[in-house]
């Protein structure tokens, strides 16, 4: 590509990638996470709706506590801070990978410890539904960065950083797979809440506004349809 995304690719990318962490959030997270507190009866959804909140409120919370600048916004997020505005771009993105690296661990640590009803191609399809949305969501940093000014392979590192943040969550959540386990609805709708917090607060304005909206719904339902279709099959 050359030194920008056009508007059309941006929302198709976006819209995408929007729809992969939905599906995930669902049928990857939290349909589980109420399936393994069936035990609970009619309150079955309250691990599940306790984690989501929870979820939601600390992404609210990184929100507000982080620097950081969306590509299409001049204005600056989060506390008051003089770094670069490139800088800021990539913690941006860094903020969306988050939940994205623990929603894996999560659902990996439940199939280590072989008593949380997680199949080993049940995590093989979340794992895979988010490294294909990786794809947009590296180009969506990538390009900007490179239309900043910044060198083919400073905005290509910039790119790889703001993901880095994904195995090292999710190694992290798997190292602590024993104590994780008992209370794992909770975890698998921490991670949902999170996500969802990210594709309404950022990613859907970013793909819905101004002209082509259209286009960013439709790669939305394609993403994800992909993701369902992932986890349906392999899970």
């Not at 709708?189 to 594709?199: C, N």
Request: a negative charge.
């Amino acid at each position: 590509m050359r030194r920008s995304l056009s508007d059309v690719v941006q929302r198709s990318l976006t819209g995408f990638a929007a729809g992969v962490m939905v599906a995930a959030s669902v049928w990857s997270l939290l349909i589980p996470a109420i399936d393994q507190a069936a035990a609970m009866g009619h309150w079955a959804f309250l691990p599940a709706f306790i984690g989501f909140w929870i979820g939601v409120l600390f992404l609210l919370l990184l929100d507000h506590a982080v620097p950081h600048i969306h590509q299409n916004s001049g204005q600056t997020e989060g506390p008051a801070s003089r770094l670069q505005r490139t800088t800021m771009m990539v913690l941006a993105v860094t903020l969306h990978n988050i939940p994205e690296g623990m929603a894996v661990g999560v659902v990996y640590a439940g199939y280590l410890s072989g008593s949380a009803q997680i199949t080993a191609a049940g995590a093989m399809a979340l794992s895979l539904g988010i490294a294909i949305q990786n794809f947009p969501e590296g180009a969506i940093i990538s390009m900007p960065l490179r239309a900043e000014g910044l060198k083919k392979s400073r905005a290509f590192a910039g790119g790889v950083l703001s993901g880095a943040v994904e195995p090292v969550g999710a190694l992290l959540t798997i190292l602590a797979a024993e104590h994780i386990v008992p209370a794992m609805p909770y975890f698998l709708s921490f991670a949902a809440g999170a996500m969802l917090y990210v594709v309404v607060e950022e990613l859907i304005p970013e793909m819905s506004q101004g002209k082509h909206s259209n286009v960013g719904t439709v790669f939305f339902a394609l993403g994800f349809s992909v993701m369902m279709m992932l986890d349906v099959a392999l899970g």
